[in-house]
Every structure is written in structure tokens, then in C-alpha cells.
């Protein structure tokens, strides 16, 4: 049996990306350059969808969808190559007449001045790369996946721990952000505090990550803000992590609705994924960083298969039948 929560959907959020935030992320790992249409770096990519646009160029614009990249490889290009000037210059205004959010000539291949032109007039982005068409869609695509992918926010601390993303929630003042400073003191990783982007970047994961105005930050009643990374060092933070675990604090009033013996277990649904969680009571003199460890290694074992509470049921039900033999 399970016990599941949901995030409520009016928090769901998609955020589309510019063109220029594109190029910025990839032109290192694609060695892209910028060679025309620099108006045209507003434009907001809505699909992860990166197309060749090859029957464009000979007139059939209702395979070219708007606001997304086109990527021309050798066959394109060769193509083009072999036009007169005249069908040249149609193939070109074929193309750029269709909204696409930019265009990605690849293999480094010599770009037709025609083209350029056409870039600049119609305020489209032209890429060129030294990077193979297929690599370039790969890539791309995936870059465009992760950044479009739905999300939400989500309050409590989010840390690495044991090599687990740990989502560290409860009611506020109940001891989030000490027990997460107690868990970074013991070697583990904070990625997040006090709200976490959460990514749906596949139909299985979920990706937490820091905004970048509290990269490195958590803040500590009583100590105020602190930078972990300049405190604990370089690796006592990360910058994103998979959702694995989340584990509620609940408090002492609260103890009655804790299952002590884990029988049932409890998921919370996060944007369609579902994340398992576990419910630790909060008390004077219980000590939740070993508690958390514990709970993150427990998950692991039952990830491989082996899980404590079938285990001890089993144990009884065997015990019974030997009595009433």
C-alpha cells in the first residue's frame, strides 16, 4: 500500500529561453559563432524540437515549424550549393520566411552571402559550427529539454547526502536549516535552501536545482546568512542534483500520524514523478543527522531490492506458521 501527496498544479511552471541564452550556453561545447541576425537574439525557443529544415529549401514550408532551430547539414548545404543564383536566393527566402527562432549551419561549411542577408533582414539568428549536424541536434535538443522542462518550486533544503538527493522539508521553525548545517559539517552537500527549482527533465526524473541568487547562501535563525562554500569549501555545495528522497520533519504533536514501522509506504507526486518520503518525528535529544543517514541508506537498500520491514513480516509470518504446527 501507498500513501501519496501532490503538488499542487497551479505551481507547475514552464519557462521558455531566448535564442542568445541558447547560443550563450552552447557556443563552447558546439563552438558556435554568431555571424548575423544579432536582432534577433530575443526570441523565445517554446520547443525542444531542433529540425533540418531540407524540404524548406525546396518550397514545402508546412514541414517548418515557427520558433524553433534549424540545423543545416551537408546534404543541405551541398544542395544550395548546386542552385543557380536565382533558386539559390528562393531556396534561401523559402527558409527565412517561415519564423524559425534561428539557424545552425554545420560542419563549419561557407555560409552563401545570399543567406547572411537574408539573416540580418528577417532579424534571424545564423550559427555556424564545426560540430556535425547530428551532434549538433543531439546536443542541442537536450540543452533545449532540460531548460523547457516543467517545473516548480519547492520549500525546505535540498542536499546531497551519500551520494542522494535529499529533500529536507516540514513546518517552518521546525529545524530544517540546522539539521541541514549539521549534515554539510558531517561531509555532505548542499545544493538548495529554502527554495529549490524542480525540473521534470524526463518522464522519470527530477532535477533539483539552486537559483542562482542563493547559490552557495543558506540562512541559519540565529547566525543569520552564511556562505557554505567559503565556510565548508568548494565541495561542501553543488549546484544541482536528481530528487531522490524527501524526508518530512514532523513534530512532536504530530508523532501520531507517523507509521513507526514504515509498513505503508508514502510517495509524494512532483510534476507526474513519484518521490518516495519518509516522516521523521522531531524531539529534544533525537539525533535527525543520523537519523537522515540512516533513512538515505535504508532508501539504497531498498532500491537494490532489500527492504527491512518485509523482511521482519516475513519473519513473523514464519514464526506464527512454526507455532501452529
Given at each position: 500500500m501507498q500513501r501519496e501527496r501532490n503538488v499542487p498544479e497551479h505551481l507547475v511552471s514552464q519557462h521558455p529561453i531566448t535564442v542568445a541564452q541558447l547560443f550563450h550556453s552552447a557556443s563552447d561545447r558546439l563552438h558556435l559563432s554568431w555571424i548575423a541576425g544579432h536582432n534577433g537574439g530575443g526570441k523565445l525557443l517554446t520547443s525542444d524540437t531542433v529540425q533540418k529544415p531540407s524540404l524548406a529549401l525546396i518550397g514545402h514550408l508546412d514541414f517548418v515549424h515557427p520558433n524553433r532551430v534549424q540545423v543545416l547539414g551537408c546534404a543541405e548545404m551541398d544542395y544550395l550549393r548546386n542552385l543557380s543564383p536565382e533558386d539559390l536566393a528562393q531556396a534561401i527566402e523559402h527558409l527565412f520566411s517561415t519564423e524559425i527562432a534561428a539557424v545552425v549551419v554545420a560542419n563549419n561549411e561557407s555560409v552563401p552571402d545570399a543567406m547572411i542577408v537574408c539573416a540580418e533582414r528577417t532579424a534571424t539568428p545564423l550559427f555556424t559550427s564545426t560540430e556535425p549536424g547530428p551532434q549538433l541536434m543531439r546536443v542541442i535538443g537536450h540543452m533545449m529539454a532540460q531548460a523547457l522542462a516543467p517545473s516548480t518550486i519547492l520549500h525546505g533544503v535540498f542536499l546531497e547526502v551519500s551520494g542522494l538527493g535529499v529533500l529536507i522539508t516540514g513546518d517552518p521553525s521546525v529545524g530544517k536549516s540546522e539539521l541541514a548545517l549539521e549534515?554539510?559539517?558531517r561531509?555532505?552537500?548542499?545544493?538548495?535552501?529554502?527554495?529549490?527549482e524542480v525540473f521534470a527533465v524526463s518522464p522519470d526524473t527530477l532535477e533539483g536545482r539552486c537559483p542562482n541568487l542563493l547559490l552557495d547562501f543558506m540562512e541559519v535563525r540565529g547566525l543569520g546568512v552564511l556562505n557554505v562554500r567559503r565556510l565548508f569549501g568548494e565541495t561542501a555545495v553543488k549546484q544541482k542534483k536528481n530528487l531522490k528522497?524527501?524526508?518530512?520533519?514532523?513534530?512532536?504533536d504530530k508523532w501520531q500520524e507517523v507509521d513507526r514501522l514504515n509498513i505503508l509506504a508514502s510517495n509524494c507526486?512532483?510534476?507526474?514523478?513519484?518521490?518516495p518520503e519518509v516522516r521523521i518525528p522531531v524531539a529534544v535529544g533525537r539525533?535527525?543527522?543520523?537519523?537522515?543517514?540512516?533513512?538515505v541508506r535504508n532508501h539504497i537498500l531498498k532500491l537494490r531490492g532489500f527492504n527491512s520491514s518485509d523482511e521482519f513480516s516475513d519473519r513473523q509470518r514464519a514464526a506464527i506458521a512454526a507455532d501452529g504446527q
Open positions: 549534515l554539510i559539517t561531509g555532505h552537500r548542499l545544493v538548495a535552501d529554502d527554495a529549490i528522497l524527501i524526508v518530512r520533519l514532523s513534530p512532536a507526486n512532483i510534476l507526474g514523478v513519484e518521490i539525533n535527525l543527522a543520523v537519523l537522515v543517514e540512516v533513512a
